[in-house]
């Protein structure tokens, strides 16, 4: 099945830094999301973006899908941006695997 | 638009007995698919529910198993259950399947 590595592991920024988190899958998918999970455990959509180039406030998103990868840009970080970051792909006709995740932790 | 609730958002249970979870998605959202987290094998999948039948289905064994009613509420079930059963379990929602999924708070059950 489709393989997933997200990198770095673990992330540790001062709060205002920048930061760039990567997601690489092994086959074509169809989707794409990125998610972040709280230190309660729920996950929050942040894109949608199988392909092309996403912004949403401080956060934007890019997928190169013909190179197999993505790209989750955090601006100005904040400690309220701490928790994990997902990626998850689905490739046609097949479930959501999810990436291991990068612990991200913004110190004050 | 209420979001994807599931319940009960905790449970603690012994060896050997089993649970349900429920999940309940998003109105209008057919699909309904299930996941455990632990930390040591992450987010995999359990099965997807679409229209009351399994589309699809996790590598796990045949004690976890689930149904979807006409409503597209969910339910997953797990018998004869297993210290490593413990685990956080999600439930997510989406319209078709294969589109931007939403995910309910999940259940965090704990096997002693």
């Known amino acids: 099945g489709i393989q997933v590595e997200q990198s770095p592991p673990d992330l540790i920024l001062q709060e205002g830094a920048n930061s760039t988190l990567r997601c690489n899958f092994s086959d074509s998918v169809n989707n794409l999301q990125w998610f972040h999970q709280n230190p309660w455990g729920q996950l929050i959509n942040l894109f949608y973006?199988?392909?092309g180039t996403k912004q949403n406030g401080r956060l934007s998103a890019t997928t190169v899908a013909t190179e197999r990868y993505s790209l989750l840009y955090i601006s100005s970080s904040q400690t309220t941006d701490s928790g994990v970051y997902f990626c998850a792909v689905v490739n046609y006709g097949q479930n959501f695997v999810f990436g291991p995740g990068t612990r991200l932790s913004v110190l004050p | 638009k209420a979001g994807v609730t599931q319940t009960p958002r905790y449970l603690i249970k012994t060896r050997g007995q089993q649970v349900t979870l429920s999940c309940s998605p998003i109105?209008?959202?057919?699909?309904v698919s299930w996941y455990q987290q632990t930390p040591g094998q992450g987010l995999q999948f359990l099965f997807e529910?679409?229209?009351?039948?399994?589309?699809n289905k996790g590598n796990f064994p045949g004690r976890f198993s689930g149904r979807q009613f006409s409503n597209s509420r969910s339910e997953m079930n797990v018998s004869t259950l297993e210290l490593g059963d413990s685990a956080l379990y999600l439930c997510?929602?989406?319209?078709?399947?294969?589109?931007?999924?939403?995910f309910g708070p999940g259940t965090r059950l704990l096997v002693l």
């Open positions: 973006i199988p392909s």
């Open positions: 529910y679409f229209s009351e039948t399994q589309r």
């Open positions: 997510a929602s989406s319209i078709q399947g294969e589109e931007t999924q939403y």
């Open positions: 109105s209008g959202h057919r699909s």
